[in-house]
C-alpha cells in the first residue's frame, strides 16, 4: 500500500498528550515505532503483531477512548477521547472469509476503526468493494463519502471501469483522513486526483 508501510498499524488519538499516549501503548507491549502530533491529533505507528496474551490493536485504539482511561484525557472537561485505527496489512484470507464483520485472525485486524466514548462507531475492511461491509454503532458514518466517491454503492462506474480501482484502499484511506482531518504524517497519500 502506498499510503502506509506495509504491515503496520497507525493510531490517532484526540484528547490525550502524546506521552500519555505512547505510554499506554507501551504498557500494552505495543511499543511505538514514530509518534507525533499535528492538526490536533497524536499519532503512533507500530509493527502489525499481536502482544501475548493482550488486546489486539484495534482494541486497544477502541478502549483508550472509554471510562478506563478517563483520568488519562488531556481534558478532563472533554466530551470524550476520539480514535482512528488504521492498518495497512493486507485484508484477511482466513477461513472464515476476508469479508465478514468478525475478527478473522491477529495478524488481520479490521483495516479501519473509529472509535468514541469506549465504543467502535463503525470499522470495516478496505479496498476491492469490501467498504460496503460496515459495522459498529454508527456504521455509516462515512457513507455519503463513500458514495460520492463511487466507493460503495448500487452504481459503482469507477470499478465497473477500472476492476483494480481502489485495490490497496488509498482513495478510502483518503476519505477517511479527510473527514477526520488526519495530519498527513504519518500518511503519505498522494495529492487527489
Not at 59 to 68: H, I, M, Q, V, Y
Not at 79 to 99: D, I, K, M, R, W
Not at 184 to 193: F, G, I, T, Y
Request: net charge neutral; proline share 8%; charged share 20%.
Amino acid at each position: 500500500m502506498s499510503w502506509l508501510a506495509t504491515n503496520t498499524f497507525v493510531t490517532f488519538v484526540k484528547g490525550m498528550t502524546l506521552p500519555t499516549v505512547v505510554s499506554v501503548y507501551s504498557e500494552a507491549g505495543r511499543p511505538a515505532q514514530a509518534s507525533g502530533e499535528s492538526s490536533g491529533w497524536v499519532w503512533l505507528t507500530h509493527e502489525a503483531y499481536r502482544a501475548p496474551h493482550r488486546s489486539t490493536a484495534w482494541e486497544l485504539a477502541s478502549g483508550l477512548t472509554g471510562f478506563r482511561h478517563t483520568h488519562r484525557a488531556s481534558d478532563p472537561g472533554r466530551v470524550s477521547v476520539e480514535s482512528v485505527f488504521l492498518a495497512s496489512t493486507p485484508a484477511c484470507a482466513c477461513p472464515h472469509g476476508q469479508n465478514y464483520m468478525v475478527p478473522h485472525c491477529d495478524e488481520h485486524p479490521f483495516q479501519f476503526a473509529y472509535s468514541r466514548g469506549g465504543f467502535v462507531q463503525t470499522y470495516f475492511n478496505f479496498g476491492m468493494r469490501r467498504e460496503s461491509r460496515r459495522a459498529g454503532g454508527t456504521p455509516d458514518l462515512l457513507v455519503r463519502e463513500l458514495l460520492d466517491a463511487g466507493i460503495v454503492g448500487r452504481d459503482t462506474p469507477r470499478y465497473d471501469a477500472d476492476p483494480v480501482f481502489n485495490a490497496d484502499g488509498t482513495h478510502t484511506v483518503r476519505i477517511i483522513a479527510d473527514h477526520f482531518g488526519l495530519p498527513s504524517p504519518p500518511l503519505a497519500l498522494a495529492p487527489a486526483r
